[in-house]
């Protein structure tokens, strides 16, 4: 390799091991990677530019403001309420209704949303019960993860594959991973009951507390809620028919965030875009600049040959080896930026003699959004669960998650492995 491909190495190494260790904001280590890369003359910035998934970025701003507009009217606080009182205040069943509806919000909002709005009710009904919230946040990192592994739209690696793989539509994601995130579901329901049943008890007084709440207050915006519906309604079937309308998923969801501004004012407008977390969208910036230095110095190349001789190009060993890599090294580090890097070095074995990539990008997707499930680093949602926990007095600790994470993601990984191998290999 030239020169240029160690210096290339040499600063994505030092930029991950800061995105690893969180001594520096994220944002401003993938930000400063993508510069150096540029500065030291890796990369112009024009090809830095070129690398930048546009269509990723589009997307995740137009969902940011369809759901900030959308918590506004209190619709998700009811939801939550609403299944509370379904299951009679019963803290067991409470946390299965909650990790369900963590799981579904994830798949059609994305994940890391669909925390941050949960998060804040379930505290709330926690303190109602007077049980220890700690079960209930751990099943719904887990849950949001799983969840959002079944769509397009559900978990930012999801996005970038989507993105990078213009064949495969929003109907595809549905279609191969969505069986299997729902079959991980079932498995691990009556898993989480058996683990933590002993430290969800209350008593008939605290469950009537919850059965007397009316979940109807909650809803502070009723006209507001239609917009959003028809808007969120609207946006969903784009979604579905977008290969048949010609349309990129971006511009799909920037209609639909722009069509609900539309709708509710120029207040609203302000209020949704200061709620993008543009934080997010500018450490994927950064880092789509990072990785462009390993793909234009040739360095992907190299890694893709080096795989691909490993395994002998077997089609069989290649998806396990993506699997089980990305879903160990998922767990340990953040899934967006590995994901990044896998994607080119995928397309690049498409360019050195494996035909047929499929069976390659749902074992990504199935190893970087499960395997965010191993540890409290794995993923943006389990960062941010922790995080607001935390702020509420309840830390969830590294080891801690690890103890359920782990252990539940390897056997996500085993289900997973079986589903590739049986529908994609055999």
Request: glycine fraction near 8%; charged fraction near 15%.
């Amino acid at each position: 390799m030239e020169q240029q491909a160690y210096w290339a190495i040499g600063i994505f190494l030092v930029i991950y091991a800061i995105i690893v260790s969180e001594k520096i904001h994220r944002t401003i280590a993938a930000m400063l990677g993508g510069l150096l890369m540029i500065l030291f003359g890796i990369v112009d910035q024009n090809a830095a530019m070129h690398h930048v998934d546009f269509n990723t970025l589009g997307l995740l701003v137009g969902m940011m403001i369809i759901v900030s507009v959308t918590a506004d009217t209190g619709l998700f606080r009811y939801i939550a309420v609403y299944a509370a009182k379904k299951a009679k205040g019963e803290p067991v069943r409470i946390l299965i209704a909650l990790s369900l509806i963590t799981a579904v919000g994830s798949a059609f909002l994305d994940n890391v949303t669909t925390v941050l709005l949960m998060v804040p009710v379930t505290f709330s009904i926690a303190r109602q019960l007077r049980v220890n919230p700690a079960p209930y946040l751990i099943t719904q990192i887990i849950a949001s993860n799983v969840g959002g592994t079944a769509t397009l739209i559900g978990d930012p690696p999801n996005i970038m594959i989507g993105s990078a793989v213009k064949e495969l539509s929003f109907m595809d994601f549905i279609a191969n991973l969505a069986p299997v995130a729902v079959l991980v579901m079932i498995v691990y329901i009556p898993l989480f009951v058996w683990l933590f049943r002993k430290s969800l008890k209350t008593t008939d007084d605290l469950k009537k507390g919850i059965l007397e709440l009316d979940e109807k207050q909650l809803l502070t915006d009723k006209k507001l809620l239609t917009k959003c519906l028809a808007a969120l309604a609207l946006t969903l079937v784009g979604f579905f028919t977008h290969q048949l309308l010609h349309l990129e998923s971006a511009t799909v969801a920037l209609a639909g965030a722009f069509l609900l501004l539309l709708l509710t004012g120029e207040h609203e407008m302000e209020s949704a875009l200061t709620k993008v977390e543009w934080t997010t969208i500018f450490f994927f910036v950064g880092l789509f600049a990072l990785v462009s230095g390993l793909v234009e110095t040739g360095v992907i190349s190299e890694l893709a040959q080096r795989a691909i001789e490993w395994t002998g190009g077997d089609l069989t060993a290649t998806s396990m080896l993506i699997l089980w890599l990305s879903a160990i090294a998922s767990a340990f580090l953040d899934n967006i930026p590995f994901v990044a890097t896998m994607i080119p070095l995928i397309q690049e074995m498409g360019l050195m003699g494996i035909d047929n990539l499929e069976p390659l990008w749902w074992s990504l997707a199935l190893g970087a959004c499960l395997g965010g499930n191993g540890a409290l680093i794995g993923a943006s949602a389990n960062l941010i669960v922790a995080g607001l926990s935390a702020k509420e007095g309840h830390p969830i600790s590294f080891m801690t998650y690890l103890k359920y994470g782990f252990p539940l993601m390897l056997l996500s990984i085993a289900i997973a492995s079986g589903y590739v191998y049986l529908r994609y290999l055999v």
